[in-house]
Nanobody, 123 residues
Framework: VQLQASGGGLVQAGGSLRLSCAAS????????MGWFRQAPGKEREFVAAITWSGGSTYYADSVKGRFTISRDNAKNTVYLQLNSLKPEDTAVYYC?????????????????WGQGTQVTVSS
């Protein structure tokens, strides 16, 4: 599978964005999917993840209640809805796929990565 992330941009604090991650290949539904982010000078960190069926989702404490991960296996796409954005959410956001269908909070457990999309939140 190959991944293509999109939807980033510049938004004011309190605003919203919707990130998309389109996957190629017919086995998308067998992958657990995650979103990670990396700010300048910082390590890549977990944001959210969803199992292959969408039945289970996981969030970092810093985004819980503000971000929502979802997927549409018919469209080979995973989404990340970002609401109530804060300046500290500024980062490059990456989607990633993990074979086997389950999720993990560690980026090392994901074998396929998209190219990243920049999210910038101004104060």
């Amino acid at each position: 599978v190959q991944l293509q992330a999109s939807g980033g941009g510049l938004v004011q604090a309190g605003g919203s964005l919707r990130l998309s991650c389109a996957a190629s290949g017919r086995t998308f539904s067998s992958y657990g999917m995650g979103w990670f982010r990396q700010a300048p000078g910082k390590e890549r960190e977990f944001v959210a993840a969803i199992t292959w069926s969408g039945g289970s989702t996981y969030y970092a404490d810093s985004v819980k209640g503000r971000f929502t991960i979802s997927r549409d296996n018919a469209k080979n796409t995973v989404y990340l809805q970002l609401n109530s954005l804060k300046p500290e959410d500024t980062a490059v956001y990456y989607c990633a796929a993990r074979s086997g269908g389950s999720c993990n909070l560690s980026p090392r457990m994901y074998g396929v990565w998209g190219q990243g999309t920049q999210v910038t939140v101004s104060s």
